[in-house]
T-cell receptor, first 112, second 111 residues
Framework: KNQVEQSPQSLIILEGKNCTLQ??????????LRWYKQDTGRGPVSLTI?????NTKSNGRYTATLDADTKQSSLHITASQLSDSASYIC???????????FGRGTSLIVHP | EADIYQTPRYLVIGTGKKITLECSQT?????MYWYQQDPGMELHLIHY???????EKGDLSSESTVSRIRTEHFPLTLESARPSHTSQYLC??????????FGSGTRLTVV
C-alpha cells in the first residue's frame, strides 16, 4: 500500500528562524510530489510540484528538495514569518493514477 | 485567486436534514474530487469523477452521493445528516496529473 509519512508531526519556531519539514514515501511507480500549505479552516494551496528529474524547486522562501532514490523530500522555510503558521502537507502521485496519497501534514506554529 | 468555489462556507443543520454542498470550477478540469477532513487530521477521499456522468466512491465509506451532470459542477448530497457527518468537506479539481486546486471548504456541523 502506498504511504506518505511526514515528520515532525508538529513544530514550534520563533519568527525569523529557518525550519525543515520531512516527507518519506513508498509510492511506486513515482510520478510527482507536491507540497501544500493549509491555513486553519481553509483548503490546501500548492507550494511546489516536483517530478522525478527535479531535485530542488523554490517558491519564494520555500525550497523543496527531492531524492527519488531514497524516496525522501524536504521543505525548507527560510526566515519564517507569522503567516507561515499552517499545516504543510506532502502529496505523492503514482504514475498512471489520478488519486494521490496524502501525508498527515506537519503543523507549524511561528511565534513572535 | 481561487478558480474553484464551494458554498456554503459554514453550515449548521439539524439531524435528519438533507443537504447539498456545492462545488464549481471555472478551469474546465475533467477531474473533480471530494475530501473529508477532521480538524488536525489527514484528508480522506470520499468521491471522485473523471468527467461528465462519471462518479466513483473513494476510500472512506460515506453516506453521501454525488452527481456530475456538467463539467464545472460537482455537488455532494447528504440525504439524512447525522452528528458523525460533522467535518470539513473539501472539493478539488485537476487536469492530467499535475496537481490539485482546492476550494476553501465547507465546515459542516450537524446538531
Amino acid at each position: 500500500k502506498n504511504q506518505v509519512e511526514q515528520s515532525p508531526q508538529s513544530l514550534i519556531i520563533l519568527e525569523g528562524k529557518n525550519c525543515t519539514l520531512q516527507c518519506n514515501y513508498t509510492v511506486s511507480p513515482f510520478s510527482n510530489l507536491r507540497w501544500y500549505k493549509q491555513d486553519t479552516g481553509r483548503g490546501p494551496v500548492s507550494l511546489t510540484i516536483m517530478t522525478f528529474s527535479e531535485n530542488t524547486k523554490s517558491n519564494g522562501r520555500y525550497t523543496a528538495t527531492l531524492d527519488a532514490d531514497t524516496k525522501q523530500s524536504s521543505l525548507h522555510i527560510t526566515a519564517s514569518q507569522l503567516s507561515d503558521s499552517a499545516s504543510y502537507i506532502c502529496v505523492v502521485s503514482e504514475r498512471g493514477s489520478y488519486i494521490p496519497t496524502f501525508g498527515r501534514g506537519t503543523s507549524l506554529i511561528v511565534h513572535p | 485567486e481561487a478558480d474553484i468555489y464551494q458554498t456554503p462556507r459554514y453550515l449548521v443543520i439539524g439531524t435528519g436534514k438533507k443537504i447539498t454542498l456545492e462545488c464549481s470550477q471555472t478551469m474546465g478540469h475533467d477531474k473533480m474530487y471530494w475530501y473529508q477532513q477532521d480538524p488536525g487530521m489527514e484528508l480522506h477521499l470520499i468521491h471522485y469523477s473523471y468527467g461528465v456522468n462519471s462518479t466513483e466512491k473513494g476510500d472512506l465509506s460515506s453516506e453521501s452521493t454525488v452527481s456530475r451532470i456538467r463539467t464545472e459542477h460537482f455537488p455532494l448530497t447528504l440525504e439524512s445528516a447525522r452528528p458523525s457527518h460533522t467535518s470539513q468537506y473539501l472539493c478539488a479539481s485537476s487536469e492530467k496529473n499535475d496537481g490539485y486546486t482546492f476550494g476553501s471548504g465547507t465546515r459542516l456541523t450537524v446538531v
